[in-house]
């Protein structure tokens, strides 16, 4: 069965270092999503991407944040200049956008800023 | 008030007993309703869905929707240890971002 995958599981980075987080969804979709998972509190929406460009973005998304598509596989996440705050778990989920509910979640990657 | 609010439990069972999850929310616009199970540092795991109010079964589970009370259920009967996890409730309206509730972590004993 299709699945999305996410690397690396875990990244550990220091402080005010840049982080890319990589994604490849589930090859048929063409909704992109990223979600993040801060420990003991709720999943929280960042993005969505369509078309190769950004659908919706939440407040937490601000301009240290950035998504891209780079090939016809990968979907990224990029912290510029990451944060103590930003250490959370990272979920990518991707849909075929026929309804809203088709959101598969990847395994995650969980982010340690030290 | 929160959008959408789910009892964070833990909730304890034993195997064999029916397992009742509710959340509930604020939003009207919310039309599409999800329930994940997620194990511990893992991805969500979409488990059930219903568009609008109603029921809907899939083997040992049930969603109920009642839209006019703002209240969503899933049923889960004849428990089993295996289903030990967190279930998180879900919902979305014409934007396909998906709101999640906190989270039910369910334990189920044999």
């Known amino acids: 069965e299709p699945e999305v995958t996410q690397t690396p599981s875990h990244q550990v980075t220091q402080m005010g270092q840049e982080v890319i987080l990589r994604c490849v969804p589930i090859s048929n979709h063409l909704y992109f999503y990223w979600y993040r998972q801060i420990l003991g509190q709720k999943v929280e929406f960042l993005v969505s991407f369509y078309n190769n460009e950004i659908s919706e973005k939440s407040e937490i998304f601000d301009d240290q944040f950035s998504v891209e598509r780079p090939d016809g596989s990968n979907f990224t996440l990029k912290i510029r200049s990451t944060k103590l705050e930003d250490s959370a778990m990272y979920f990518c989920?991707?849909?075929?956008?026929?309804?809203?509910?088709?959101?598969?979640f990847g395994p995650g990657t969980r982010l340690t800023v030290t | 008030q929160k959008e959408v609010e789910q009892d964070p439990g833990p909730l304890s069972v034993p195997e064999g007993a029916i397992v009742s999850l509710n959340c509930t929310y604020s939003n009207s616009a919310f039309q599409y309703f999800m329930w994940y199970r997620q194990y511990s540092r893992k991805g969500p795991e979409l488990l059930m869905y219903t568009y609008s109010s109603g029921n809907k079964e899939d083997g040992r589970f049930t969603a109920q929707v009642d839209k006019s009370s703002k209240y969503i259920s899933l049923f889960i009967r004849d428990s089993q240890p295996s289903d030990s996890a967190t279930y998180l409730c879900?919902?979305?309206?014409?934007?396909?971002?998906?709101?999640f509730g906190t989270g039910t972590r369910l334990q189920v004993f044999p």
């Open positions: 879900a919902m979305s309206g014409l934007a396909d971002k998906l709101i």
């Open positions: 989920a991707s849909g075929t956008g026929v309804v809203t509910y088709e959101q598969y």
